[in-house]
């Protein structure tokens, strides 16, 4: 079993910028995605991005590209995800996941995909 744990959560003003990590541990991974998702209450999981271990390559919601950036660091198995110039509607809870499967680039904004997940770390954007 993986374990995820995040961490940089908490409140901005719109604008503003915040750094989540996620840290995997319990396993060890030779080839892995790990992604980002966020929730709201009453609505629907969703994609925020991702990025493959093998090749680096990254995908995102394109309500979120050129404000947020995905980032691995392998060595220690985290994954960082910053985000600029947030706006009120990126509210939400922010989960990591990471898949063990060979996932395609078109499919890893897609949650089945994923076997792990963290608890969520709270995000605000508000005046």
């Known amino acids: 079993q993986a374990q995820l744990v995040e961490s940089g959560g908490g409140s901005v003003q719109p604008g503003g910028s915040l750094r989540l990590s996620c840290v995997a541990s319990?396993?060890?991974?030779?080839?892995?995605?790990m992604g980002w998702f966020r929730q709201v209450p009453g609505k629907e999981r969703e994609f925020v991005a991702a990025?493959?271990?093998?090749?680096?390559?990254?995908a995102y919601a394109d309500s979120v590209k050129g404000r947020f950036t995905v980032s691995l660091d392998i060595a220690k198995t985290t994954s960082h995800l910053q985000m600029n110039s947030l706006q009120s509607d990126d509210t939400a809870v922010y989960f990591c996941?990471?898949?063990?499967?060979?996932?395609?680039?078109?499919?890893?904004?897609?949650?089945?995909?994923?076997?792990?997940w963290g608890q969520g770390t709270q995000v605000t954007v508000s005046s």
């Open positions: 996941a990471l898949s063990s499967n060979q996932v395609i680039l078109s499919a890893m904004s897609l949650g089945r995909m994923y076997d792990y």
């Open positions: 319990g396993r060890t991974f030779s080839s892995y995605v």
């Open positions: 990025i493959r271990r093998r090749g680096g390559n990254t």
